[in-house]
């Protein structure tokens, strides 16, 4: 079965500090896996996309990393800030290249 | 510049009335998409259109239908809504099914 697990589910840390958030999936064939950020009650906003060729990619103080062996990802981000409050997505693309299989998300809280 | 753009933000409608969720882009993307997300849970693709060609996921319910009169525009009809319907939906653009989507910012919907 197609799946995307994300760890934890939810997280509180304090403002200035980095953390690291997991997916691991079982989507197979896969074509890219994406990242997207979404505060509440906003849409979901895109981070970054990888295909299985990537191991790495950034966006400001948001680093993904992908190992395609152990189909895993994980989401660093550095020196959180308030605004960095929101629920973290993990998408992974099945061939049927309109396909997304969505992850629960991650639920991050900073505090002052 | 919002460049998904949903309207209206908020509706609240009566059981079994029917209702018209709208969805306008400027970015010109041939895909639009449409998702269904309740509380808590990642959002849920009811159907999505690659230009004017219509596919519907297995699981949308019969009610819930979409029209694409042009490229910029798309709009989800419910015909009878029930109390499971309430929920927040969320429109999304890209250029290409590969392609990282652009979302709205939703469109938070109460069935009373």
């Known amino acids: 079965k197609n799946q995307v697990e994300q760890s934890p589910q939810s997280l509180i840390i304090l403002e200035g500090k980095n953390c690291t958030l997991q997916?691991?999936?079982?989507?197979?064939?896969?074509?890219?896996l994406r990242w997207y950020k979404q505060d509440t009650g906003r849409g979901p906003v895109s981070l970054t996309i990888?295909?299985?060729s990537e191991n790495t990619k950034s966006n400001g103080r948001y680093t993904a990393t992908l190992d395609a062996d152990t189909k895993q990802s994980s989401l660093h981000i550095t020196a959180s800030q308030l605004s960095d409050s929101a629920s973290y997505i993990c998408v992974v693309s099945f061939w049927v290249i309109y396909q997304l299989i969505w992850g629960a998300g991650t639920k991050l809280i900073i505090k002052p | 510049d919002a460049m998904v753009i949903q309207n209206p933000r908020y509706q609240v409608t009566q059981f079994g009335k029917p209702v018209t969720l709208s969805c306008s882009q400027t970015l010109n993307h041939n895909v639009m998409y449409w998702y269904q997300q309740k509380s808590s849970q990642a959002p849920k693709l009811l159907f999505h259109?690659?230009?004017?060609?219509?596919?519907n996921e297995a699981d949308t319910p019969d009610n819930f239908q979409s029209r694409r009169p042009n490229t910029s525009f798309c709009f989800l009809d419910i015909r009878s809504p029930g109390l499971g319907d309430t929920a927040m939906y969320l429109c999304?653009?890209?250029?290409?099914?590969?392609?990282?989507?652009?979302f709205g910012d939703g469109t938070r919907l109460s069935i009373l």
């Open positions: 990888m295909t299985f």
């Open positions: 997916c691991n999936y079982t989507v197979s064939p896969f074509s890219n």
């Open positions: 999304a653009t890209a250029e290409y099914s590969n392609q990282p989507q652009h």
């Open positions: 259109y690659y230009d004017k060609d219509f596919n």
